[in-house]
């Protein structure tokens, strides 16, 4: 009893000591818990034969494949837009610039759904730019291209957000430096901006990646077939149940858990190296 109640005696004391820290590790406990036990249980759930099963399925892998490359070429256009974009905004005042990041950050609270119904309008095939991408064989409506511009739409906002704060971040006297040292404006970017801002767009590019990954809403609206991931558990789930959808969304789950755990874990070795 003694040995007990000196334990219990230190733990106050420490909590004691420590309030602050004690409390934000509760908060923080229960908010991981809160993410960390659906996932698990989802795996967990799976009946281990179904979820071989799900593996070897064609219909499946082709889902999976189909996501992973829609979302990285999501990634390769949203990058290669949406960056120049970010350096505007964190290096330039002009007319409207709020207006403008309003717009960029109104994709993530539209309703998917409503957003996919916008994005019909404009490219659908009987709308304008639908019309005019049709009369040169690009088609929106059931293609990649809808689930790639789909995706884009919801997700593009993680990335000009991100790569405006590692921009904003840089000392601007450093860019002023190189050009007194002769530097082009676009010598300034590739040698002294991109450089320091780069953990900050790669940040954003792989949030941008991961939400085109878990789109549903607009990516349904444009384009049922070919099936990314999120559209065949829905259709699995709304025809069969819990036991043919909880597979194919354990699958899902684990591949995107090794993939971004693996990404965390190359930076977090890089910045040590730094």
């Known amino acids: 009893m003694a040995v007990i109640s000196k334990i219990i005696h230190s733990v106050c004391s420490w909590l004691g000591r420590h309030r602050l820290l004690a409390v934000f590790s509760i908060l923080s406990l229960l908010i991981v818990l809160f993410i960390f036990i659906p996932l698990a249980k989802l795996i967990l759930f799976s009946d281990k034969s179904e979820l071989w099963q799900a593996l070897l399925d064609p219909s499946v892998m082709q889902s999976i494949l189909l996501t992973l490359y ?58 304008l730019l639908g019309k ?24 593009v906002p993680f990335l ?10 840089i000392d601007v006297r450093l860019e002023n430096v190189a ?37 549903f809403g607009a990516v349904v609206i444009l384009t049922y077939y070919p099936m990314v991931t999120s559209t065949l558990i829905y259709e699995r789930f ?17 591949i995107c858990a090794f993939i971004f755990i693996g990404f ?5 070795r890089d910045r040590k190296h730094d």
Do not use: C
């Not at 040698?191 to 789109?215: D, H, K, N, Q, Y």
């Open 70 to 127: 829609a979302a990285l070429i999501t990634a390769a256009i949203g990058f290669l837009l949406g960056v120049p974009l970010a350096y505007l905004l964190a290096r330039n005042n002009f007319p409207l610039k709020g207006v403008v990041e309003g717009l960029i950050d109104l994709p993530i609270v539209v309703p998917h759904t409503a957003a996919g119904i916008a994005l019909l309008f404009v490219f659908g095939r009987n709308f």
């Open 132 to 155: 005019w991408f049709n009369a040169i064989g690009i088609s929106f409506v059931d293609s990649l291209a809808g689930i790639v511009i789909a995706m884009l739409f919801v997700s």
């Open 160 to 169: 000009i957000n991100s790569a405006k704060d590692g921009f904003r971040k």
């Open 179 to 215: 050009r007194t040292l002769g530097a082009s404006p676009w010598q300034v970017f590739y040698r002294v901006t991109f450089p320091l801002a780069w953990r900050s767009i790669l940040a954003g590019t792989l949030m941008m990646w991961a939400r085109g990954i878990s789109e």
């Open 238 to 254: 709304a025809t069969y149940g819990l036991t043919q959808s909880v597979p194919v969304a354990a699958i899902l789950v684990i």
């Open 264 to 268: 965390r874990f190359v930076l977090q």
